[in-house]
C-alpha cells in the first residue's frame, strides 16, 4: 500500500540542539514527499517539497530535510530548535490512483517540544 | 497567499442531524481536499475534487458527501451524525493535479455531535 510512516510519536530537543523528525514512504512511481507544521488550533502550513534533484531540500523556517532513496526516506531536520518550532509536524506523499489522480497522504504526525 | 476559508470554527450538532462544512478557496484552484484529523491517527482523506461536478473517495468515504457546484466553494455533508463522526475536519486545496503541487490548508472546523 502507498503511505507514509513518522515512526516517533514526540520528539524532546533542547533549544539550541539539532532536531531531526523522521519519515519514511512507500509508493509506486516517483515519490513527490512533502512537509507540514500544526500549530494549536490552526490547519497545516506547507513546510518544503521533494520533486526531483538535490537530495536535500530546503524550506521555511530554516527547515530542511534529506531525500534518500534507498532508504525510502525524507527526514526533517534543522540545525538549531527554537522553543517556537514546538508543533506537529506531518509527512505526506503523493499517491497515485487508477483515476490518474494523485491525492496527499500523510503520516500520523509527530509531536516536537522544544526545551528552553 | 492562498486564503482557505472554512464557514464554522466550531460546530455542535446533535446525532442525526444532516451537517453541513463548508469551505471557499480564492486562487482559483482546480483541487480541494476534506480531511478529518484524530489523535493518533493523522490525516485523513474523506474526499477530493478535481473539478467542478466531478468529486473522488477518499479513504474514509462512509456516511460523507460532498457539492462542489462552483470551483471555489467544496462542501462536506453528513448526511445523518453520529458520535463517531466528532473530529477535527480540514479543507484543503491545491492549484492543479500535478503531483508537485502543495496543498493549501484552512484553519479546520472542530465538530462536536452529540
Known amino acids: 500500500a502507498q503511505s507514509v510512516a513518522q515512526p516517533e510519536d514526540q520528539v524532546n530537543v533542547a533549544e539550541g540542539n539539532p532536531l531531526t523528525v523522521k519519515c519514511t514512504y512507500s509508493?509506486?512511481?516517483?515519490?513527490?514527499l512533502f512537509w507540514y507544521v500544526q500549530y494549536p488550533n490552526r490547519g497545516l502550513q506547507f513546510l518544503l517539497k521533494y520533486i526531483t534533484g538535490d537530495n536535500l531540500v530546503k524550506g521555511s523556517y530554516g527547515f530542511e530535510a534529506e531525500f534518500n532513496k534507498s532508504q525510502t526516506s525524507f527526514h526533517l531536520k534543522k540545525p538549531s530548535a527554537l522553543v517556537s518550532d514546538s508543533a506537529l509536524y506531518f509527512c505526506a506523499v503523493r499517491v497515485y490512483r487508477n483515476s490518474g489522480n494523485t491525492p496527499l497522504v500523510f503520516g500520523k504526525g509527530t509531536r516536537l517540544s522544544v526545551i528552553a | 497567499d492562498v486564503k482557505v476559508t472554512q464557514s464554522s470554527r466550531y460546530l455542535v450538532k446533535r446525532t442525526g442531524e444532516k451537517v453541513f462544512l463548508e469551505c471557499v478557496q480564492d486562487m482559483d484552484h482546480e483541487n480541494m481536499f476534506w480531511y478529518r484529523q484524530d489523535p493518533g491517527l493523522g490525516l485523513r482523506l474523506i474526499y477530493f475534487?478535481?473539478?467542478?461536478?466531478?468529486?473522488e473517495k477518499g479513504d474514509i468515504p462512509e456516511g460523507y458527501s460532498v457539492s462542489r457546484e462552483k470551483k471555489e466553494r467544496f462542501s462536506l455533508i453528513l448526511e445523518s451524525a453520529s458520535t463517531n463522526q466528532t473530529s477535527m475536519y480540514l479543507c484543503?486545496?491545491?492549484?492543479?493535479?500535478?503531483?508537485?503541487?502543495?496543498?493549501?490548508f484552512g484553519d479546520g472546523t472542530r465538530l462536536s455531535i452529540l
Open positions: 484543503a486545496s491545491s492549484l492543479t493535479g500535478q503531483p508537485n503541487q502543495p496543498q493549501h
Open positions: 509508493v509506486s512511481g516517483n515519490p513527490y
Open positions: 475534487s478535481y473539478d467542478v461536478k466531478m468529486k
